[in-house]
Nanobody, 121 residues
């Protein structure tokens, strides 16, 4: 069973940038659709950004203009470029995707283990 592995989290000052990556652990066809979620302490998990076939993207209002979701199908990796980070962006960020093993064979709602992003003021 393929896992999703996130990386790129860390501690950054307000106004800084981080780039998160979400890679499939094994051989797959593609991650489609895929999204990034986050969960801050004491809060519900929320959708931050998502990417669909044709590279159609969608963002939460709170991150529009600052975050960019993208993917590299050759590497089966989804990215989240986060710029102009704010303390309120502090959370554990999770990758979620439909893992497509082959046309017509897929596994829905696969989650990564999460990566911590901390933004200091």
């Amino acid at each position: 069973q393929v896992r999703l592995v996130e990386s790129g989290g860390g501690l950054v000052q307000a106004g800084g940038s981080l780039r998160l990556s979400c890679a499939a652990s094994g051989s797959i066809f593609r991650l489609d659709p895929a999204g990034w979620y986050r969960q801050a302490p004491g809060k519900q998990r929320e959708l931050v950004a998502s990417i669909f076939s044709g590279d159609i993207t969608n963002y939460a209002d709170s991150v529009k203009g600052r975050f960019t979701i993208s993917r590299n199908n050759a590497k089966n990796t989804v990215y989240l470029q986060m710029n102009s980070l704010k303390p309120e962006d502090t959370a554990v960020y999770y990758c979620n995707a439909r893992v497509v093993y082959a046309p017509g064979r897929y596994e829905n709602d696969v989650w990564g283990q999460g990566t911590q992003v901390t933004v200091s003021s």
